[in-house]
């Protein structure tokens, strides 16, 4: 993958496929200690102890239509090429929680990519699921809850074209904002 904002958009679906209703992504650029965080938890079906030692050997996967799952491996080779790493908690019935850490001015980080595109792509083609979207620059912080627009709109769904024109330009100037 070329960019963290896909990796991040993998798990997030991979929660999804879990039957999460709540998604949540953080990330965190932080200049001054130059490291970057990104942590993506959810309230989906959570792995077994004994699939969760296994969860970042890209040859294990729950899928039945391939044999390898490269998502999480892929993504923990990214961190570890920045001097980072990634690390996956999970409990049965409970959730997963991925988080990574990496070198935030590492000549081998990979760019963060178009969030806003990732998290719009996520909220269209999921409406009936929550996302909280938390995203800090140093001191700089934007915020998206689904849950707060939902509150709002009543029983107009989030992938309703006016609501996603209007999520779509709320990302673009929050994100322009913290850059």
């Known amino acids: 993958?070329?960019?963290?904002?896909?990796?991040?958009?993998?798990?997030?679906e991979n929660g999804i496929s879990a039957g999460a209703t709540v998604i949540s992504i953080a990330i965190e650029e932080n200049t001054v200690t130059d490291w970057l965080t990104i942590v993506i938890e959810d309230n989906g079906k959570g792995m077994s102890s004994e699939f969760l030692e296994k969860v970042l050997d890209p040859f294990v996967t729950?899928?039945?239509?391939?044999?390898?799952?490269?998502?999480?491996?892929?993504?923990?080779?990214s961190a570890v090429e920045a001097d980072g790493d990634l690390r996956v908690e999970s409990e049965s019935g409970i959730g997963t929680k991925v988080v990574v850490g990496m070198r935030y001015g590492h000549i081998d980080r990979k760019p963060?990519?178009?969030?806003g595109a990732t998290m719009l792509t996520l909220i269209e083609g999921n409406p009936s699921v929550d996302f909280i979207y938390n995203h800090r620059k140093d001191s700089k912080v934007y915020c998206l809850d689904t849950r707060e627009i939902r509150s709002e709109l009543g029983d107009v769904p989030l992938n309703h074209p006016q609501v996603v024109t209007l999520i779509k330009n709320n990302l673009a100037e929050g994100l322009r904002e913290i850059d």
Request: net charge negative; no cysteine; glycine share 10%.
């Open 112 to 115: 963060m990519g178009d969030m």
């Open 1 to 12: 993958m070329e960019d963290l904002s896909l990796h991040i958009l993998d798990v997030a």
């Open 62 to 77: 729950t899928r039945l239509t391939r044999k390898v799952g490269l998502g999480l491996s892929l993504f923990q080779q």
